[in-house]
Each structure stands twice: as structure tokens, then as C-alpha cells.
């Protein structure tokens, strides 16, 4: 199973804008950004499944950028 179709399989993908994401997911190593408001009270679920799902990435060798700032909540 390649990594887009595990992240699909998993529902973490739905929609997508452009078919090159496959290979590049795929084929390629890529720079992501996932950041989070630690202004916040709490974390929830979807701060979870998205920090987990930057961490499968991560895994495949893609290069996360970590934003951690008041200005991600902008």
C-alpha cells in the first residue's frame, strides 16, 4: 500500500485539488507545515489527527515544519 492510499484508507485524505499529489506523496520528499494556538485551553481530537497524521509523513521521510504561535490562530 503506498502512503497516499494508507492516509486514504485511514480517511485522513478526501478530496484532493490536483492528481500530481499522489506522486509527490508517493514519489517525492516534501516540506509541510502544521501548526497549532497553544493560547488555546485545551487540545482536542483534531489537533491529535492532524499532528498524527504530519507524524505518518514525517515517518515516509517528508520534512515537517512545526508553527507553534499565537499567530496561528490568525
Keep these: 500500500m503506498t502512503l497516499y492510499e494508507d492516509l486514504q484508507w485511514r480517511g485522513l485524505i478526501k478530496d484532493v ?34 499532528l498524527i497524521t504530519a507524524k505518518r509523513l514525517a515517518k515516509a521521510g517528508h520534512h515537517p515544519i512545526l508553527l507553534v504561535g499565537g499567530a496561528t490562530g490568525l
Design 17 to 50: 485539488a490536483g492528481e500530481d499529489i499522489k506522486d509527490k506523496l508517493n514519489n517525492e520528499k516534501i516540506s509541510f507545515y502544521w501548526g497549532t494556538d497553544p493560547t488555546a485551553d485545551s487540545l482536542h481530537l483534531g489537533h491529535y489527527s492532524s
